[in-house]
């Protein structure tokens, strides 16, 4: 049962830290998705990666958000130094070469608290 | 930009009865791609149907139906027979035809219906 996986699912830190998010995406899938959830402004997306190569990171706060694509298998999100305002839910998509036309599978998502 | 709108942020619907949740969408593009998905407390977002631009007739998947106005830039989600498990947030979703280029494939949401199911 081919799935996206996300680690940490929770993750509480203190302002000022620094922060990882990691994505697994199925296995063959060549774009990965960054969405951030929140109550005020709901799902956003914050990067886009095919190929392993980011095409667009519009959606992130350049100045304290990166997300790379180190190979196939991992794509990583982080934010460093983090603020309150960056809690939310995280959540990493996928989707295959040959799939794009339709759905994207989403890893169940990390849940950040920034104190 | 491509917008997404759902005007009910709640609705209540008994047990075995049938609800409508409602979207609408603006766009300038003629070819697209919508979706409603499914995000219990669990947090995970679920497909349930998905409806391309350019076909007339209605997606359906079992219990969960679409309306698909084109012109008026309409979508809404029909459940019938509610269950209990049908409890959650749902999402309704847009998405350009990435054959035409021009697009990101990204989804872009709307902020979402709380459905409660009520036994």
């Known amino acids: 049962d081919a799935r996206v996986t996300q680690t940490p699912r929770h993750k509480v830190t203190e302002m000022g830290q620094e922060v990882t998010m990691r994505c697994q995406p199925i296995l063959g899938h060549n774009t990965v998705f960054w969405y951030r959830q929140t109550m005020m402004q709901g799902l956003e997306l914050l990067a886009y990666?095919?190929?392993?190569?980011?095409?667009?990171d519009s959606g992130m706060p350049k100045d304290r958000f990166s997300a790379e694509m180190p190979d196939a298998t991992l794509a990583t999100l982080k934010i460093q130094p983090s603020e309150p305002r960056d809690s939310a839910v995280y959540f990493c998509?996928?989707?295959?070469?040959?799939?794009?036309?339709?759905?994207?599978?989403f890893g169940p998502g990390t849940r950040l608290t920034v104190l | 930009a491509q917008t997404v709108t759902q005007s009910q942020p709640e609705m209540s619907v008994q047990e075995a009865e049938t609800v409508t949740l409602s979207c609408t969408y603006d766009t300038s593009e003629s070819d697209y791609y919508l979706f409603w998905y499914k995000q219990p407390p669990s947090r995970q977002m679920i497909l349930v149907i998905r409806?391309?631009?350019?076909?007339?007739q209605n997606a359906t998947e079992n219990r969960f139906s679409v309306n698909f106005q084109k012109a008026a830039k309409s979508f809404s989600l029909k459940i019938s027979d509610s269950q209990l498990g049908d409890a959650a947030m749902y999402f309704c979703?847009?998405?350009?035809?990435?054959?035409?280029?021009?697009?990101?494939?990204?989804?872009?949401f709307g902020k979402g219906t709380k459905l409660s199911v009520k036994p």
């Open positions: 990666f095919r190929n392993r190569a980011p095409l667009d």
């Open positions: 998509a996928s989707v295959g070469r040959g799939q794009g036309l339709y759905e994207q599978f």
């Open positions: 979703a847009y998405r350009s035809n990435l054959r035409y280029g021009g697009s990101q494939g990204n989804l872009i």
């Open positions: 409806q391309e631009a350019y076909k007339q």
